[in-house]
């Protein structure tokens, strides 16, 4: 097993589902000989070519409405969309088409596509870099929106999208794409989608979280284990369609949540994860959920970028109010 | 070259080739033997009493809103024509003649109205995507699938379809810029109407034809008499050749006119002429291939009655399946289908709610 | 006073601004001669001419995105999508630069743009002339998003709307538009956006609603109301911000509540308001909230759509769960 | 008239007048007066400068990522020229040279590119809107002010600027239908530099030109020599002549380079060749434009060197001024202000609990 970063960990999804099954092509803005702005798609070009490594015009509604072309004919598109900021101008190909063509079609056309975009703050980076609005692709029935914590569940889920069949909307967080190396195996990994994942085990409270969320939320559970609080941290993975069942049987041992995640509070997935816990876990609840999120603004430029994001501290206090009561 | 006029390498014809008239350009007449020229006829005929016998449903509560198409046979069944079944058909929402040719059920349209998704059911040989209500949205997926064909390496070709209006949408833009950047084998069919609900042409857009915005992605476009059924034939044909050829996109505007309202909800009276209506009646698609059929001795009264026949029987051979099939669809239920290839958790416990609440609602209201 | 239907409240709210205030002008699909689809801009353009009332190409994008260049010039436009499953194709515009600009701009640069589209299901209408996705736009900040329940206040609402300095989202439910009529004064008449309303007191649960389901939560309630159970009903009025201080009071009040809408449920807005409730109420809740939604599914064709819609029957089920625990 | 081709009103023309050799066509020169040129070639200059300046700042991590605009100084600098400071600028991402010209302090680039809100203030007296980074979105916004300053019955222009990625964008095609349109006075400035990051331009779209692409808009279009500032004024001129007399909007290819990286975050080794740079560098705008003015007698060595101390002292006082200003910002509460006129109370809430958090938050973290 080789030491990789997110980004190299992608990269071998890619080459390995290209390799076993031609009908897999890539498209989107600088995929080819640049490898992505990233470099998730680097080298992919000298291996599988021009056909199956497609630089699009700049175009986004062009990249995933060809992508669903693409797709219904028989490939299984994986569209790269540069920053996740930039799939608004594609917003109605996936709302009103592949999320929809199976449903449309009573199963007889599918689309077998996924949308990768690198999301998230932290990076310091230009305005429309740094969004985090997970929630949009979540609340469309007929997507499901993945979102890996870490190189080896990145490349495990993201074979996973690719052979899934159905649409899968793949948030990548930029913060973690060379923030830290994991064993990856190189054979054959695949997560199934839709199903959360026991980070670690504990008694006292449960966070809940995903995306470049998840090391603060374990760290800050590591901080509170020095003090003798055990929490129980899960990893989403997959946000939408939502399994709550790992979540809820959670609650019912620790009694009380944290719920981190850097998209805004207002209407974010922190608010649906709140409702399923209340649905499903009213009488175990000691304490009302906490969500350590974004604030209902604007992601600020980069200086005060670190006040916007949530943080070790944010979710040690959240914690402790949480405990408190 | 301080300042010089640049030439650019496309140009746009404009072709016509049987006239509002009848009148025959022989030079240009395309090649057709009977059979076809008689089946072209009736496909057109059965697009036009099915689209009156709609109507007619509508009125009667027997259906819900739907888009008329009449007078837009000409451009919908010379084009459609030129598909084989492996060839991929990409309509928009106004091509109920193109749809029947290629082999959907007269049942389906009206189980689709009715607001039955059953009514979406493409047949089982054929390469049709879904109607796309959408506007200009769906001429992306035609782009990506002569992408996959030809990265297959097959000799398939793509025909899709969109109004005047359209050519006014993002998608439109992007789906014929990419077409032209990969030489991909579309044929992009406007069906220029006139209208866009109550906007006339000249409000959608400052240029002369749409034909010339194919210039914008280096594409050949073409002009053409939409309700000549020769001249669609003979444009998509070239530009068919051309595609399978790998020769690349085509833009063909077909000039047409959308003699009914946009769509039953729709009151033409607000926003335009009778007159203007009048003068495109005289232009219909239908008289004029009936008068050339009968300067060719392939219609008299006799074979146009029979066929007229043969077009309602079928008709109402459709109406009576779909109203008896309505009485068993329906099944609410069934609307949890379908979205997902496996039914996620979340999902069936839904579906299972809807259930267990359907079983004991009847009492529950009536307590209330 | 007049009895209005909602369609007529709108069209004079609309009429009456633009008579005061020439900044006021309208740009959409169909909005001239036709009047609008539902008829909303009915005559307007005989009244102030086609450079006030704008009928624009097929495009949506285009119709935001020069609503944003018009009202950063000074003007106040109002842009009507024609239906809300269209807002999609303009949906960066929305969120890159509509709820962006003064924020971008520190104040210089202002957006007093509204975007009216109906929204909603219940008219057997074709595809994607049924959702409700408020939850997308409330999830934006920058944006507000308003929902009126009737003639009356979709009026008094609108012109609010129209005057707010900032870019307003106002979803017409299409069920509501001819459904009844209501008194609406032919003065001027104001509402507050931001504000949801007590409709109706009652101390053993609180129902919590807005747009075309009001009516079903208020008959639901009557109905209630014969078997000695008080409802107290709550029309939101504004999704997003959303000011949860009435909502909080009267749940601490009644401990219990169902909200109805008729989005998806999963990532809804009805998550949200479970989520203040319980920040805001934990210790007065004496049930789970119940949430009265569409499903997790596109909306089906009209067929089907009754068993999609929340109806009374589905509300007082809730109403009888929460109050039977 | 079956078949024929159709005339096209519009044609597309090019115009160089001062070419990379610096050979002048004197018939096409334009009569600047020399104050004019001398302000053209220092706010060219000051451009080029302050680039090269950002990148070291860049290098040095003093700044965060920015896009240079080495090489396009004469597209900017040429059109935005004939802007009054009642028009309307309406920027992309890359035309530091033409904010700088309209007035945006290079302190506030330098705040800007160094991530701070305050970085985005415009001009007192300009109306300029900020940079856009949503590519081709801004051009309609461009239509939408033409629009309004039509209404207001004022002579108002917008001049807008993109790239040549921003043409396949569907927002580009929007916003040139729409300005058609209504005639609205809007000029389209494409900086066509060749490259989209990787992306050149064959590959953007299968159009011989991007000027043509205003003959699917019924629009006026023209190609310049974008490294020629005569030739970019004279057509600018021409546009805004245009626009100004109600005669509509004109889009403006501008052949030009990106001769530097597309920002700093970005490695052009991976896609393009030296050579290809190596002969764009023959094309520098400055160099011509220098030799052009000695020609004229208006610039010699010690001119040069006295605008060269100028612009570099200038840039100097804003690095220092900027990096003095950075110490004082960065209050984190200031993120939650200015997102609406009043701020709604749920937001009030917020801002309080972060600066609750803020008041308490070190001994937390460190007794964690
Ligand atoms: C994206 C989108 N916007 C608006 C509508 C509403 N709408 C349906 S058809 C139509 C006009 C279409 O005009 P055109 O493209 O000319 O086609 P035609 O109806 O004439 O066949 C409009 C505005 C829609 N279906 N999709
Ligand atoms: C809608 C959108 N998609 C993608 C990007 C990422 N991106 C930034 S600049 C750029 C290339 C722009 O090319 P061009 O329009 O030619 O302008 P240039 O950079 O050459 O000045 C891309 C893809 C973006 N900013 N916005
Ligand atoms: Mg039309
Ligand atoms: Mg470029």
């Known amino acids: ?325 | 070259m301080p300042r010089s006029r640049i030439d650019i390498p496309e140009t746009i014809h404009y072709l016509s080739i049987l006239d509002e008239h009848g009148v025959l350009d022989t030079e240009l007449e395309p090649q057709i033997d009977d059979k076809t020229l008689i089946a072209l006829y009736s496909a057109m005929l059965l697009g036009r009493r099915f689209d009156e016998r709609m109507l007619d449903l509508q009125r009667q509560g027997r259906i819900g809103t739907f888009p008329p198409i009449k007078g837009q046979e000409a451009a919908q069944i010379g084009s459609i024509f030129q598909l084989k079944s492996t060839d991929w058909f990409v309509p928009a929402f106004r091509e109920t003649a193109a749809e029947i040719w290629r082999g959907r059920s007269l049942e389906s349209i009206l189980l689709y109205y009715n607001g039955f998704n059953e009514g979406t059911i493409i047949p089982a040989d054929q390469r049709d995507l879904p109607m796309a209500v959408p506007v200009g949205s769906q001429i992306l997926h035609a782009t990506g699938l002569g992408y996959a064909a030809r990265y297959r390496g097959t000799d398939e070709i793509v025909m899709t379809y969109f109004g005047d209006g359209a050519t006014s949408e993002g998608d439109f833009h992007e789906g014929l810029n990419c077409a032209a950047v990969y030489q991909a084998p579309v044929i992009f069919i406007c069906q220029n109407n006139q209208w866009a609900i109550s906007i006339p042409l000249k409000q959608q857009t400052h240029s002369a034809t749409i034909a010339q915005k194919a210039l914008a992605y280096g594409m050949p476009g073409i002009q053409v008499d939409g309700n000549d059924v020769l001249a669609v034939y003979t444009a998509a044909q070239e530009a068919a050749e051309r595609a399978r050829n790998g020769d690349g996109p085509t833009l063909i505007e077909c000039v047409t006119y959308r003699v009914m309202m946009h769509t039953t909800a729709d009151d033409p009276s607000r926003y335009r002429d009778d007159e203007e209506v009048e003068r495109w009646r005289q232009k219909d698609p239908l008289t004029r291939f009936a008068v050339y059929l009968q300067n060719k001795g392939l219609l008299d009264q006799s074979r146009e009655q029979e066929i007229e026949t043969e077009v309602l029987a079928k008709i109402q051979t459709a109406v009576d399946s779909a109203e008896k099939q309505m009485k068993t669809l329906g099944e609410p239920l069934d609307m949890f289908n379908h979205l997902y290839a496996k039914m996620p958790p979340s999902l069936q416990c839904q579906k299972e709610e809807v259930r267990q609440y359907l079983a004991n609602n009847t009492g529950e209201v009536h307590h209330g």
């Not at chain 1, 009908?23 to 989107?28: A, D, E, P, T």
């Open chain 1, 1 to 325: 097993m080789a030491k990789m970063t997110m980004v190299q960990a992608l990269n071998l999804a890619l080459k390995q589902e290209m390799a076993q099954d031609d009908s897999v092509v890539l498209l989107g803005e600088d995929v080819g000989p640049d490898g992505g702005v990233f470099r998730v798609t680097d080298q992919l070009i000298d291996i599988y070519g021009k056909e199956r490594v497609i630089d699009t015009p700049l175009a986004e509604s062009a990249i995933v409405g060809m992508g669903i072309g693409m797709a219904i004919h028989g490939l299984k598109p994986v569209c790269e969309i540069q920053f996740s900021g930039f799939a608004y101008q594609n917003f109605h190909q996936l709302e009103n088409h592949a999320a929809r063509m199976r449903w449309r079609t009573q199963g007889r056309l599918t689309v077998p596509m996924v949308m990768r975009a690198p999301y998230g703050g932290g990076v310091r980076a230009l305005e429309h870099h740094s969004e985090s609005r997970e929630a949009y692709w979540a609340h469309t029935p007929g997507l499901k929106m993945v979102i890996p914590s870490g190189p080896r569940n990145a490349r495990a889920l993201l074979v996973a999208a690719i052979r899934d069949p159905d649409p899968v909307i793949f948030y990548e967080a930029k913060g973690l794409y060379r923030a830290f190396r994991e064993e990856v195996p190189e054979e054959e990994e695949v997560m199934e989608i839709g199903v959360p994942q026991l980070v670690q085990e504990g008694d006292d409270v449960t966070f809940i979280s995903y995306g470049a969320m998840l090391r603060p939320a374990l760290e800050a559970a590591e901080q509170l284990a020095a003090e003798g609080i055990n929490v129980e941290v899960i990893d989403l993975l997959t946000i939408s369609p939502l399994d709550d069942r790992l979540l809820i049987e959670s609650v019912k041992k620790t009694g009380r949540a944290v719920i981190v995640h850097e998209a805004p509070r207002s209407f974010g997935a922190g608010a649906e994860i709140v409702s399923r816990l209340l649905e499903g876990a009213f009488y175990y609840l000691e304490a009302p959920v906490q969500r350590v999120t974004g604030y209902d603004i604007v992601i600020p430029y980069f200086s005060r970028e670190k006040a916007y994001m949530p943080d070790t501290a944010r979710i040690i206090k959240a914690a402790r109010a949480t405990l408190n009561t």
